[in-house]
């Protein structure tokens, strides 16, 4: 546990099932390790990476931790399953999918994790709804803004489908 709680950020999404329903649960199960302080619209964005597959729902979550990183990504991947998520191809279709995109403005490079996360900055379906909620959170790499990272990527401008 950290002596003092961690400002995070979460990317949250779902392309099978009830979508909406899947992030909903992940945003009320994450209560016992995460303080969810703001939380962004839900967004339908196409699949990246494999684009032969249904529409993402996509939502970004602020909120602080005492997790150390490791023990928050375990936390994260325990939720998934108990949730329902089973392995499957990378970047295919997933039931739920919770990512950490950054954890203060810590730098870390294990073979588990990373940290920020490595795609953040080319990911429109993640910095669309992480502007809504923190928009000026700085990569500690980069230096650049979550807005101005979105600036930087080409935009499909994702429909707004509700709220988590």
């Known amino acids: 546990m950290n002596p003092k709680p961690e ?11 009830d979508r909406m ?3 909903r649960a992940a945003a009320t199960a994450l209560t016992p390790f995460v303080s ?24 970004a979550l602020t909120g602080t931790t005492e997790l150390e990183p490791l023990a928050l990504l375990t936390a994260l991947k325990k939720l998934e399953t108990e949730l ?3 392995p499957g191809l990378r970047y295919g279709p997933r039931l739920l999918d919770i990512d950490i995109i950054f954890y203060g403005d810590h730098i870390l490079a294990t073979p588990e994790l990373a940290l920020p996360h ?24 980069t230096g ?7 600036s930087l ?12």
Request: with cysteine; proline share 10%; hydrophobic share 50%.
């Open 36 to 59: 969810v302080t703001a939380a962004s619209p839900v967004y339908e964005t196409a699949a990246v990476y494999i684009a032969n597959q249904p529409a993402f729902l996509n939502a």
């Open 153 to 164: 990527v080409p935009t499909s401008h994702p429909v707004c489908v509700g709220s988590l």
């Open 118 to 141: 490595p795609r953040v900055a080319e990911r429109e379906f993640v910095l669309w709804p992480l502007a809504d909620v923190a928009p000026e959170w700085k990569h500690p790499e």
């Open 21 to 23: 329903a899947a992030l």
């Open 84 to 86: 329902g998520r089973r």
């Open 7 to 17: 400002t995070i950020a979460l990317a949250l999404g779902s392309n099978m099932g």
């Open 144 to 150: 650049r803004t979550v807005a101005e990272m979105l």
